[in-house]
């Protein structure tokens, strides 16, 4: 999942509650280089005031995590762009390993 702003928070949600990710081959990748700022707070509700300040993607896989404790190493967070400067991470093989892509992202 690219993005762990308002959208991703509620994909995110949406997937912990149904599971997914959470079978022997399963894993979601969440990515996001922002931080959670008060202006967030009030759209993104996986994030609470004591969160301010921290990575978006770590935060957010952390609650993904609390509402399902399936997800224990089958989540991990990043925060990297997937841009033409993480090319070397997000690889062709790297794609080729996922089963679903999600653009969670609100703007370009």
Same mark, same amino acid.
């Given at each position: 999942?690219?993005?762990?702003? !308002? ?6 949600? =949406? *997937? !912990?509650?149904?599971? &997914? ?6 894993? &979601?990748?969440? /990515? ?7 202006? +967030?707070? +009030?759209? %993104?509700?996986?994030? %609470? ?9 770590? /935060?957010? $896989?952390? $609650?993904?995590?609390?509402? +399902? ?12 762009? &997937?841009?033409?400067? /993480? !090319?070397? &991470? *997000?690889?062709?093989?790297? *794609?080729?390993? %996922? /089963?679903? @892509?999600? =653009?969670?992202?609100? =703007? @370009?």
């Amino acid at each position: 999942m690219v993005g762990a702003g !308002a959208i991703g928070c509620e994909l995110l949600k =949406n *997937y !912990a509650m149904l599971g &997914i990710g959470t079978g022997d081959k399963g894993h &979601i990748t969440l /990515t996001d280089p922002d931080v959670i700022e008060v202006s +967030n707070l +009030n759209r %993104q509700f996986l994030f %609470q005031e004591k969160h301010l300040r921290k990575p978006k993607s770590v /935060t957010a $896989a952390a $609650a993904a995590l609390r509402m +399902n404790k399936k997800l224990k190493d089958h989540i991990s967070a990043r925060l990297d762009k &997937i841009h033409d400067g /993480t !090319a070397d &991470i *997000y690889t062709e093989e790297f *794609y080729s390993r %996922q /089963t679903i @892509v999600t =653009n969670a992202l609100d =703007n @370009v």
